[in-house]
């Protein structure tokens, strides 16, 4: 939530310096600039609100076929995004633009047309069904850690680590998925959940849907399965099944607001001390995020010891080739990352293990 949102959220109230704190949590600001801003927060509700323009989205022309509007569009349906997509696949897809924002600060990009992707009401909704939730690509990193937080409690835990509030509130899970960046947090823990992408395409005037594993979705560095007239519309995440567990863990330089190093999930069902099923999902390993089949293989229907995960270990240090860069070297994250799996066991056996936070 930025200050504005908050703004707008309090409706004319004054607003405590805690909740302004929150607003600009993550905000690295080197300049000393902190007192005045917060203290202009407090003071927002003695001025003016002020609207908003409407922003222009889509031109209906006379054929009844909808175009974008000089060089953006803001679809409000699906039914308007995907006759679009289909029409213009070269334009810029953007949600929160948390990471497409970049490629116009950092490297001066320009996007020539851009579809946004915010107000798109299928892909706002967060829906529970029996045996599984679906998120919607547009939802905020913030309201989908919620949902799964809500099956899984001790995803909050990992979900406050990921960036700060500001950027939970504006970046979407669809987009983090989209974007296919290796060290992308929501990925390894949507894998070991066993979550599948809904990809969904605009045909021969009808709408076309498949279901794609996530582990499938990457193809290589930042290349997905997405076809140039698809959008990733849906998350489908399986509720947990009785006996889950589940470790899910982020190693950054900083606690708050960095990007990972190495990410681990693992999902386990163990009975009578044997593992019955296993999932895991690594970040920071691979040029994209991966699934660590072979591991998951040392650990399927292995007693559930010391031994197996010694064993497992091994294999998991062996599964990937990572790179060296500003974040970690190759070494460290191969370590990482065995430990990371040593920490899991630990963790399930009820031994207390020091967090990253408790250093700080
Ligand atoms: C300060 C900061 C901190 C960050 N911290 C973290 C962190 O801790 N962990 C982490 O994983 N990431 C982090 N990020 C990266 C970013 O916030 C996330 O990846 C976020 O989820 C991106 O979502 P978005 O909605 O902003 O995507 P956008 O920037 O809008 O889009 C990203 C890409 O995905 C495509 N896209 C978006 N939605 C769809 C869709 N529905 N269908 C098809 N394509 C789509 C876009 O075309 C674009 O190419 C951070 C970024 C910043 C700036």
Redesign the pocket.
């Known amino acids: 939530m930025s200050l504005y949102d908050l703004y707008q959220r309090v409706n004319g109230r004054a607003v405590s310096r805690e909740e302004a704190m929150e607003a600009i949590s993550?905000n690295l600001c080197r300049c000393t600039g902190y007192r005045p801003i917060l203290e202009a927060a407090c003071a927002m509700h003695r001025y003016p609100r002020l609207a908003v323009p409407a922003v222009p989205a889509i031109r209906h022309t006379s054929n009844g076929r909808d175009q974008l509007d000089t060089h953006y569009a803001l679809p409000t349906s699906l039914r308007q995004l995907l006759p679009l997509r289909a029409r213009y696949p070269q334009a810029?897809?953007?949600?929160?633009?948390?990471?497409?924002?970049?490629q116009v600060t950092q490297q001066h990009q320009r996007f020539p047309q851009v579809i946004d992707?915010t107000r798109v009401q299928e892909?706002l909704r967060i829906e529970d069904y029996p045996q599984h939730l679906t998120i919607g690509?547009?939802v905020n990193?913030h309201d989908a850690f919620a949902a799964l937080a809500e099956k899984r409690p001790s995803i909050a835990h990992f979900a406050g680590?990921?960036?700060?509030r500001p950027?939970r509130q504006?970046?979407?899970?669809?987009?983090?998925i989209?974007?296919g960046?290796p060290?992308?947090?929501?990925m390894p823990l949507l894998m070991a959940l066993g979550a599948q992408v809904v990809l969904t395409a605009w045909r021969k005037g009808r709408m076309v849907s498949r279901h794609v594993a996530l582990e499938d979705v990457y193809l290589g560095y930042k290349r997905t399965a997405?076809v140039s007239d698809e959008?990733?519309?849906w998350i489908v995440v399986p509720h947990p099944l009785p006996g889950e567990w589940l470790g899910n863990y982020k190693v950054s330089k900083r606690v708050e607001?960095?990007?990972?190093a190495v990410c681990l999930a693992l999902q386990l069902h163990i009975d009578k001390g044997v593992v019955q099923s296993v999932r895991i999902g690594a970040g920071g390993v691979a040029a994209t995020p991966v699934r660590a089949f072979k591991t998951e293989s040392a650990l399927l229907d292995q007693p559930w010891n010391e031994a197996t995960v010694i064993q497992a270990q091994k294999v998991l240090e062996k599964e990937f080739s990572p790179i060296s860069d500003m974040r970690a070297s190759a070494d460290y994250r191969r370590l990482v990352l065995r430990n990371l799996l040593r920490r899991a066991w630990l963790q399930q056996q009820g031994r207390a293990c020091v967090q990253l936070e408790d250093l700080s």
């Open positions: 993550g810029q897809l953007m949600a929160g633009g948390t990471d497409a924002g970049l992707l892909l690509a547009a990193l680590r990921f960036a700060g950027m504006s970046g979407t899970l669809g987009g983090n989209a974007n960046s060290v992308g947090d929501s997405l959008v990733l519309c607001d960095d990007i990972s």
